[in-house]
């Protein structure tokens, strides 16, 4: 399975749970850290947690391996380690202050509006 596989499942996972203003990076030549990061929010504590647990579920019914979930217990920046995928699902008042997307300005937003309209 490929990295733009992996992020098409845990981007509609995420979008499944209305998931807010989902941006995808692609990190290749930017980062060695993974092909992808998916970033997004939700609006309550409750919501970032079954956006998180949705992309978890969903990557492990397709056969892939969650190296790492951490900070699903605060439910203020949930990182999701899937390999060649990292997901990063804030609280909508944490987003903004850590800003990935201008963090990783260097990385090229991929479209994502195929792939969550299948």
């Given at each position: 399975?490929?990295?733009?596989?992996?992020?098409?499942?845990?981007?509609?996972?995420?979008?499944?749970?209305?998931?807010?203003?989902?941006?995808?990076?692609?990190?290749?030549?930017?980062?060695?850290?993974?092909?992808?990061?998916?970033?997004?929010?939700?609006n309550s504590d409750?919501?970032?947690?079954?956006?998180?647990?949705?992309?978890?579920?969903?990557?492990?019914?397709?056969?892939?391996?969650?190296?790492?979930?951490?900070?699903?217990?605060?439910?203020?920046?949930?990182?999701?380690?899937?390999?060649?995928?990292?997901?990063?699902?804030f609280h909508k008042?944490?987003?903004?202050?850590?800003?990935?997307?201008?963090?990783?300005?260097?990385?090229p937003i991929e479209?994502?509006?195929?792939?969550?309209?299948?």
């Amino acid at each position: 399975m490929t990295g733009r596989d992996i992020l098409t499942i845990v981007a509609k996972a995420a979008d499944s749970k209305r998931a807010e203003d989902l941006v995808a990076l692609n990190m290749d030549g930017v980062s060695l850290i993974a092909d992808y990061f998916l970033i997004c929010h939700g609006n309550s504590d409750k919501q970032v947690q079954a956006i998180a647990r949705e992309m978890k579920e969903q990557a492990e019914e397709n056969g892939i391996h969650v190296r790492r979930l951490e900070g699903f217990d605060e439910a203020r920046w949930i990182l999701i380690d899937l390999g060649d995928v990292v997901a990063h699902v804030f609280h909508k008042d944490e987003r903004s202050y850590y800003n990935l997307e201008r963090l990783w300005g260097d990385a090229p937003i991929e479209d994502l509006v195929s792939e969550l309209e299948q």
